[in-house]
């Protein structure tokens, strides 16, 4: 319905240049289809914290606030409830603009503005800004997801010193050395017994080679088209225990891959510098980037856990602790395109000037 909207804006304006605000997508398919449609089409979040969130929720009481939650921010849907089901969660993560959207106050309101005019003046107009050191750090976090090989969820982070100097780059990836899950087929465990692709337990314990069998003689009625079927050792491994436990994932989270690669290559120390990461750090990590003396974590993803109340809100004996802010800014595709030049300043002055 709303692909049919845009075209007949379009005709109504006789083919025109049209600009088309649609609020709002609520879909991540919806979501992707208009990406993937249009060129010239951008996802916009406006985000502000939980608690200023749920202040503006004030009319509804926590039980109806809890309801609207599992409706637009579910859990793990699966089938055919993860094309049809809202999920807000995973159109923010797809979003090419992240507006921010304070306390409503006549200041902030006016800052609200300043970001809409800022971005639709580069929608109409690429490259007569720069970005700013928040979207340049936050893009190479965004571009390091990218390397992960995890079947789950890609997440970047970028450690920088105070002066946003990057330091570490780093994202949620199986140590060195292993074979990432992605490139791992579970028929490679059940039929060959690889030792080099999977871990001594994998290919000798019995409870989890049962759990594996089970899985295989399933996927023998199964047409996967040519495609390996990797699977999450996390996943079989929690249900055998019957418990949830980070602990047992294969991989190293992105923020803990970054800190390590300050050890492994040397620094000089990012005390009071920053940390970007394309997901908030979990109660883990917080810990981590707290213990190295992180001033600042920009992220994009709120983290579901307890790592801001009970880790980063904190304040020590020396009065500090991370301060946590909502990243601002184009991240992804549009950040390339909002940010080129489409004509060199230069020539264009001069094509107007004659």
Not at 116 to 127: A, C, D, Q
Not at 203 to 228: H, P, W
Not at 248 to 254: D, E, I, N
Request: with cysteine; hydrophobic share 35%; proline share 3%.
């Amino acid at each position: 319905i709303r692909n049919r909207y845009v075209k007949l804006c379009c005709r109504i304006n006789d083919y025109a240049a049209t600009l088309i605000c649609i609020d709002a997508f609520r879909n991540e398919y919806e979501a992707q289809y208009f990406q993937d449609r249009y060129a010239a089409f951008y996802l916009m979040s406006i985000n502000t914290e939980d608690a200023e969130r749920r202040r503006r929720l004030a009319k509804l009481n926590s039980e109806e606030i809890e309801s609207l939650d599992a409706l637009e921010y579910p859990g793990n849907l699966k089938g055919i409830n993860s094309f049809t089901n809202q999920n807000i969660a995973a159109c923010i993560e797809l979003s090419d603009i992240h507006i921010y959207n304070p306390y409503s106050s006549t200041v902030e309101r006016f800052y609200l503005t300043e970001q809409l005019v800022k971005y639709v003046m580069l929608i109409k107009h690429p490259g007569l800004v720069t970005p700013t050191h928040i979207e340049r750090c936050m893009q190479i976090a965004y571009n390091a997801k990218l390397n992960s090989g995890c079947l789950s969820r890609q997440v970047g982070a970028v450690v920088t010193d105070e002066n946003f100097s990057v330091k570490s780059v780093g994202w949620n990836e199986v140590p060195e050395g292993q074979v990432p899950c992605n490139l791992r087929d579970i028929n490679d465990l059940y039929e060959n017994k690889d030792y080099d692709r999977f871990s001594v337990f994998e290919v000798e314990n019995e409870d989890f080679n049962e759990q594996i069998t089970k899985i295989c003689k399933n996927l023998k009625s199964v047409n996967l088209a040519g495609r390996c079927y990797q699977y999450c050792f996390k996943d079989i491994y929690t249900k055998i225990k019957g418990e949830k436990n980070q602990v047992h994932t294969r991989a190293l989270h992105a923020e803990e891959n970054a800190f390590l690669q300050l050890a492994k290559y040397g620094s000089a120390g990012i005390k009071g510098g920053n940390l970007f990461t394309t997901a908030s750090p979990c109660e883990l990590c917080s810990k981590k980037a707290y213990q190295l003396g992180i001033r600042n974590i920009y992220y994009i993803d709120p983290y579901p856990g307890i790592s801001v109340p009970h880790v980063l809100s904190f304040k020590n004996t020396h009065g500090s602790k991370p301060e946590m802010h909502l990243f601002i800014g184009a991240i992804g595709r549009a950040y390339t395109v909002l940010y080129s030049q489409k004509l060199s300043i230069k020539d264009e002055l001069e094509l107007l000037t004659n």
